[in-house]
């Protein structure tokens, strides 16, 4: 019997992307547009990455989501499973081009995806979550923000958010849950990681301390630069559910606040550098 993809924690979309990527390796030797530009903006990689990752998303999204569509189409029409797997491998293998003998792990895989897309949350693991992190005095996730605990199910209270995305194929399980604010929450939808937001328009004109630099520094830029060090301080490592707020930095104080140009620091190493 075919093993179940989630059995080692691991979302069933993230399987699906490191299957993906082994199909398409980053090819780091080759010269390409897109590593001159990295070298010209002294970026160490680091816009590269963005790119591959971003475009792997962008395969990954067009996948679960067009195989949901195809189920969707045959519920709909009231055809099974088998006409659902027969569309999919025809799909795959004709109107994309994946090589045929990838074509059965990869609908395996869309498969899970799709399962995990449609669970939701039982309330016993949310309750549970929740009473996890308020014992543990914990943050929120993302942001560092503190928590209101104590407001029941309103729109303000904690909510218990999937680290790796449910519409992309991530668990409803205790591995993949985690408490964030709201505000976070409800920003952070289905982007995967940073290279899911629109990096490349994180561009400032104002400075730390003019009067529109948190105007300018929006929830969605917050959400993409805390994203790119997995919501942790890029010094320390210390989580910003531990940590507490995040904070930004420049790397080279001579450039102005860009996405390449801002790091993430906890309050102590906020401070220590001044
Ligand atoms: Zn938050
Ligand atoms: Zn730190």
């Not at 949350?121 to 560092?144: F, Q």
Request: proline share 2%.
């Amino acid at each position: 019997m075919q093993k179940s993809v989630d059995e080692n924690n691991i979302n069933p979309g993230e399987q699906l992307r490191e299957f993906i990527k082994k199909l398409f390796p980053a090819d780091v030797k080759n010269d390409s547009f897109i590593l001159r530009i990295d070298y010209l903006l002294q970026a160490d990689g680091e816009l590269r990455d963005l790119v591959y990752n971003s475009t792997i998303n962008y395969v990954l999204r067009r996948l679960i989501v067009t195989a949901d569509y195809f189920k969707r189409k045959c519920e709909k029409e009231n055809k099974g499973n088998e006409k659902f797997r027969t569309d999919l491998r025809a799909f795959l293998k004709d109107d994309m081009r994946f090589p045929e003998k990838h074509i059965g792990r990869i609908i395996v895989l869309i498969s899970e995806c799709l399962d995990k897309r449609n669970a939701d949350v039982a309330d016993s693991t949310k309750h549970k979550i929740r009473k996890r992190a308020r014992n543990n005095n914990k943050a929120c996730y993302i942001c560092g923000g503190e928590l209101e605990f104590d407001i029941g199910d309103s729109y303000n209270s904690v909510q218990v958010e999937h680290k790796w995305p449910k519409a992309m194929g991530g668990s409803s399980d205790n591995f993949n849950l985690e408490v964030a604010c709201p505000k976070c929450n409800c920003k952070k939808s289905d982007h995967i990681d940073a290279s899911d937001f629109h990096y490349e328009k994180i561009c400032l004109v104002s400075d730390e301390n003019d009067q529109h630099f948190s105007t300018e520094m929006n929830r969605e830029y917050e959400l993409a630069l805390w994203a790119k060090r997995e919501f942790k301080c890029s010094i320390c490592e210390k989580s910003a559910a531990d940590a507490g707020k995040l904070k930004f930095g420049r790397k080279n104080p001579n450039d102005s606040w860009h996405f390449l140009n801002i790091e993430i620091y906890c309050e102590k190493h906020h401070e220590i550098r001044g």
